[in-house]
């Protein structure tokens, strides 16, 4: 079975620079995941998407972060304009419930964005 | 108080120790308990995952929770060079008879040397 792929694996900017991210879920998994991880910090969640449907974005922080699920597959998350403490680790996640509402969420390799 | 507490180390252990990891929480509602292992500049893979209390055991690995110390445990037995990464714990709450989103702990650091 084909993990959660990302691109890019890196990317460096500078402020107010725009950048894209894309993530490709493991086939069949109905919900994918945002998360932004600062260096030393867990993942944090940004977006969660169930299908195509946005479940809970209460974290992404709306002025900048953008993010779509088209046909309920492949997703982009956007940062327009980017800022100096945008650097971390985007990670994509995906999942499918299983027994007794168990989500175990597969994790992708992650995209480390720099600005400068 | 953050919701979820994790001393990030460094933990420096000999090959062959066992190795204690913990996580406390401030939330009483949490019901789902997980490990993740993390290898530098991969994403995190899911090691142990508990419902509720008690302990659950996967070869070298033993997961715990103590729901009444809101504290949970992961200990790695045996360890290995190998097993030299961060891990983190995370947890979350029971939502409409799902689990709800991932609370992350900041990870430890742990390095096994040979």
């Known amino acids: 079975e084909a993990g959660v792929a990302q691109s890019p694996r890196y990317k460096i900017i500078e402020k107010r620079q725009s950048v894209a991210f894309w993530c490709n879920p493991i086939s069949g998994h109905a919900t994918l995941y945002w998360y932004q991880q600062i260096l030393g910090q867990g993942p944090k969640l940004l977006i969660q998407f169930q299908n195509n449907g946005v479940v809970d974005d209460s974290q992404l922080p709306k002025d900048r972060f953008s993010a779509e699920r088209l046909k309920g597959v492949d997703s982009t998350l956007k940062i327009q304009p980017a800022k100096l403490e945008d650097s971390a680790v985007y990670l994509c996640?995906?999942?499918?419930?299983?027994?007794?509402?168990?989500?175990?969420?597969?994790f992708g390799p992650g995209t480390r964005l720099t600005v400068l | 108080q953050k919701e979820v507490e994790q001393d990030p180390g460094p933990l420096s252990v000999p090959e062959g120790a066992i190795v204690s990891l913990n996580c406390t929480y401030s939330n009483s509602a949490f019901q789902y308990f997980m490990w993740y292992r993390q290898y530098s500049r991969k994403g995190p893979e899911l090691l142990m995952y508990?419902?509720?209390?008690g302990n659950k055991e996967d070869g070298r690995f033993t997961a715990q929770v103590d729901k009444s110390s809101k504290y949970i445990s992961l200990f790695i037995r045996d360890s290995q060079p190998s097993d030299s990464a961060t891990y983190l714990c995370?947890?979350?709450?029971?939502?409409?008879?799902?689990?709800?989103?991932?609370?992350f702990g900041k990870g430890t650091k742990l390095s096994v040397k040979p």
């Open positions: 996640a995906s999942s499918s419930i299983g027994l007794a509402g168990r989500d175990e969420q597969f």
């Open positions: 995370a947890m979350s709450v029971m939502y409409g008879g799902s689990q709800g989103n991932l609370i």
């Open positions: 508990t419902y509720s209390s």
